[in-house]
């Protein structure tokens, strides 16, 4: 009888491990998207070394972690995290945006315009991937395309976090080049 406990006490306290790793999982994954810098780069960190992360739990503690090393303007290393996050999810589509954001920091103008150009078409409606494209034709001296891109960015509703700073910028980018 004993012997019985000792195994239900065990089996008892394997799951309950089981419960507060998948709770610490869940902790990390809320402290990776709300947090920022480095709190949100360690509990990032957390997730994706945790056996017990989700394909999408990955994905987007990947896209999150890049999204803070760009903030730190560590460009190379969120290309990285938006590349694994894109190879986990190929329709990732703010890996896709923020990895175009970041080539362009990098006066990488083609390779941001083709993230910006994959961004649009898994989602016509991600307004800040038409500004940013725009910039990056405008950079490139495509007054023409940067105009038409800015003009899409300003005929879809904002949608995601960076919707108005899309349409602020593509309005005051379309005067600057209508006035030339």
Same mark, same amino acid.
């Given at each position: 009888?004993?012997?019985? &406990?000792?195994?239900?006490? +065990?089996?008892?306290?394997?799951?309950?491990?089981?419960?507060?790793?998948?709770?610490?999982?869940?902790?990390?994954?809320?402290?990776c998207f709300r947090e920022s810098g480095e709190v949100a780069i360690a509990a990032c960190n957390r997730v994706i070394s945790s056996a017990r992360s989700t394909r999408n739990e990955l994905v987007d503690a990947y896209s999150n972690r890049g999204q803070e090393y760009y903030a730190?303007?560590?460009?190379?290393?969120?290309?990285?995290?938006?590349?694994? +996050?894109?190879?986990?999810?190929s329709r990732a589509i703010l890996a896709h945006g923020n990895r175009a954001n970041a080539w362009y920091m990098k006066g990488q103008f083609d390779r941001a315009i083709n993230d910006y150009t994959r961004a649009i078409s898994l989602d016509r409606e991600y307004t800040a991937a038409y500004a940013g494209r725009g910039l990056a034709f405008e950079k490139k001296g495509d007054k023409g395309r940067a105009i038409a891109d800015y003009k899409a960015a300003?005929?879809?509703?904002q949608k995601y976090q960076d919707g108005k700073w899309a349409h602020?910028?593509?309005? &005051?980018?379309? &005067?600057?080049?209508?006035?030339?």
């Open positions: 009888m004993k012997h019985l &406990q000792r195994i239900a006490l +065990a089996g008892f306290l394997l799951a309950a491990s089981g419960l507060a790793a998948d709770v610490a999982v869940a902790s990390d994954s809320d402290i730190k303007k560590d460009y190379d290393r969120a290309i990285s995290d938006f590349d694994a +996050a894109i190879k986990l999810d300003l005929s879809v509703k602020d910028n593509a309005r &005051q980018r379309l &005067q600057v080049l209508e006035a030339k």
